[in-house]
T-cell receptor, first 114, second 117 residues
């Protein structure tokens, strides 16, 4: 069965410093992996996705993530945080088991200090 | 492309009434759609998988008689919350899986906020 673990429930950074949001996954098959962002009282926005092509994936707003099969990780990074990055971030895994269901991590709340 | 809409975006209803939420894929066909529920400050939890022309598959613990799902066409799925109660108040989000892709990416609607008084 597939699962995803977001290792930090909260991350706090200062504006202009790097962001690291950690995600580990479990999947029996070649997974698709996604990062979504959700601002308060808003829907989900796709940041980036890994679908078995390049292991380093670049997304919107300067975010990127690296798929590491040996570590079963898909951590999200950004070189320099902006105040507008403050939001909830979800790591999602999906594979062929169970009909391509998307399994969400618990989420990581990112706080950005001025 | 790959836009999913939901209607209504928010709804307030009285306890005991039923509420229908629509999920539409606007520019693609979706054999499979999914319904999620999100409580405040929590993650999304899958409620059910909706397949066009067949019965929905519900996740464990989800009452299928309370949350009726209909997927009558390749672009429309509906979720009806029957006899709604305050504990059903939540943010409901649908997603659609685009046919023909070699990988699975779900495209999410903007969500419907339900408040039951």
């Amino acid at each position: 069965a597939q699962s995803v673990t977001q290792l930090d429930s909260h991350v706090s950074v200062s504006e202009g410093t790097p962001v690291l949001l950690r995600c580990n996954y479990s999947s029996s098959y070649s997974p698709s992996l996604f990062w979504y962002v959700q601002h308060p009282n808003k829907g989900l926005q796709l940041l980036l996705k890994y679908t078995s092509a390049a292991t380093l994936v670049k997304g919107i707003n300067g975010f990127e993530a690296e798929f590491k099969k040996s570590e079963t990780s898909f951590h999200l990074t950004k070189p320099s945080a902006h105040m507008s990055d403050a939001a909830e971030y979800f790591c999602v895994v999906s594979d062929r088991t169970g009909g391509f269901k998307a399994i969400f991590g618990a989420g990581t709340r990112l706080f950005v200090k001025a | 492309g790959a836009v999913v809409s939901q209607h209504p975006s928010w709804v307030i209803c009285k306890s005991g009434t039923s509420v229908k939420i629509e999920c539409r894929s606007l520019d693609f066909q979706a054999t499979t759609m999914f319904w999620y529920r999100q409580f405040p400050k929590q993650s999304l939890m899958l409620m059910a998988t909706s397949n066009e022309g067949s019965k929905a598959t519900y996740e464990q613990g989800v009452e299928k008689d309370k949350f009726l799902i209909n997927h009558a066409s390749l672009t429309l799925s509906t979720l009806t919350v029957t006899s709604a109660h305050p504990e059903d108040s939540s943010f409901y989000i649908c997603s659609a899986s685009r046919d023909g892709l070699s990988y699975n990416e779900q495209f999410f609607g903007p969500g419907t906020r339900l408040t039951v008084l």
